[in-house]
């Protein structure tokens, strides 16, 4: 079988790659996981610090950190004793 025109080919077998690449990350991400996301809410306690209470939840702790500052509109990573938090439970 002969390529007439080999850089088209070279171009569209890249865009299918990338399509199916896009695709496959969809599937799974988050946003469309199975499981739903359990949340809890805490009361930060004098002496807690975003990544001490990132390392008591399973799992990457710079993700938790992540999804704690997402969820609770933190821009740093700055928390106050008394300052409620909702946390993702992860299982």
């Given at each position: 079988?002969?390529?007439?025109?080999?850089?088209?080919?070279?171009?569209?077998?890249?865009?299918?790659?990338?399509?199916?690449s896009?695709?496959?990350s969809?599937?799974?991400?988050?946003v469309?996981?199975?499981a739903?996301?359990?949340y809890?809410?805490?009361?930060?306690?004098?002496?807690?610090?975003?990544?001490?209470?990132?390392?008591?939840?399973?799992?990457?702790?710079?993700?938790?950190?992540?999804?704690?500052?997402?969820?609770?509109?933190?821009?740093?990573?700055?928390?106050?004793?008394?300052?409620?938090?909702?946390?993702?439970?992860?299982?």
């Amino acid at each position: 079988m002969k390529i007439v025109n080999f850089p088209r080919f070279i171009i569209s077998i890249s865009i299918i790659v990338c399509l199916l690449s896009f695709f496959l990350s969809m599937a799974t991400s988050k946003v469309f996981s199975a499981a739903p996301i359990e949340y809890d809410t805490i009361t930060v306690s004098e002496g807690d610090t975003l990544w001490g209470i990132a390392l008591e939840l399973n799992g990457d702790v710079s993700e938790n950190i992540y999804d704690i500052k997402e969820i609770n509109n933190l821009n740093g990573s700055i928390i106050y004793e008394g300052q409620e938090l909702i946390i993702p439970i992860k299982k």
